[in-house]
């Protein structure tokens, strides 16, 4: 890995061509060298590594998917998550969640996609299939949440927040009761040194979690683009859009990509957290 001398480092998660890196590097008046980590959890020991024993004494910060490790301020804005580094995260669960927006995807249907004709939904149309797809999920994301403060509450950093192997997969059926069923079975398996991580509190704190996300009001503000993990939002909008529109063929995985690259010239102030992130390492 060369990383230029004097240079301001903004490390991200992923690998040299993830949407991470596509849209930092692509942000306006970004005076810094982007580098990727790879996974969150590696990345203190990754920064170290780059930084360890240079003489140069470069300026840095760390910017990472928040995912479910910290609830998202009423307002959106930058969040730092640990005091004693200069580890932050944005407003949205993940990069993913800054691309759900119809008017975006409209964007890139006319002018990527125009030669398959006039686009056959509007922005309200899309954003609509997008708030189909996250009523789908409340009741796993509120399991999720339930999971992610049984963890927090009790300092069991060993305990998943997420039913399959990794966010965007989803569980074969969203129901609260299944959902919640599969993670008393996860949590079954902790029980040896649970100490208060009973199934009376998870399903306490994953309920508390589904009245506010049942709520009209959460769902009239979008609030769900905040708090339901993008990668799941974004998978569950590919199975509402190929069941309501099964000859759409909208091509979710390249649409991010051109999003990425396009939001430094078209969107970036509409998300006072990217705002900030600039101004954090101009």
Not at 54 to 80: G, K, S, W
Not at 111 to 137: H, M, N, T, Y
Request: with cysteine; glycine share 8%; hydrophobic share 40%.
């Amino acid at each position: 890995m060369n990383i230029t001398t004097g240079a301001t480092l903004l490390f991200c998660e992923g690998l040299p061509r993830s949407l991470d890196r596509l849209m930092l590097t692509n942000l306006p008046d970004m005076n810094v060298e982007v580098v990727p980590t790879g996974g969150k959890k590696g990345m203190p020991a990754f920064v170290e590594g780059a930084v360890y024993g240079r003489t140069d004494n470069p300026r840095y910060v760390l910017f990472r998917d928040r995912d479910l490790d910290a609830e998202p301020p009423p307002q959106p804005h930058l969040i730092r998550l640990e005091a004693s580094k200069p580890l932050y995260a944005g407003h949205r669960s993940c990069i993913e969640s800054y691309f759900l927006s119809g008017a975006m995807m409209v964007e890139y249907w006319n002018e990527v996609l125009v030669k398959w004709g006039v686009c056959p939904l509007d922005a309200a149309g899309f954003d609509s299939v997008i708030e189909d797809a996250a009523r789908q999920l409340a009741d796993y994301q509120a399991v999720r949440w339930g999971l992610r403060k049984l963890r927090q509450m009790h300092a069991a950093n060993d305990l998943p927040d997420k039913l399959g192997e990794s966010s965007g997969q989803l569980p074969p059926d969203l129901a609260y009761a299944s959902c919640l069923t599969d993670a008393l079975s996860i949590l079954g398996g902790y029980r040896e040194n649970a100490g208060a991580r009973t199934p009376e509190s998870l399903k306490q704190y994953a309920e508390e979690y589904r009245m506010r996300f049942a709520d009209a009001q959460f769902f009239a503000a979008k609030a769900y683009l905040a708090w339901f993990h993008g990668k799941d939002l974004t998978t569950a909008f590919n199975t509402a859009l190929a069941t309501q529109r099964p000859t759409l063929n909208f091509p979710t995985g390249h649409y991010m990509n051109w999003a990425a690259e396009q939001m430094g010239q078209r969107w970036y102030n509409q998300f006072p957290d990217l705002v900030e992130l600039i101004q954090l390492v101009s």
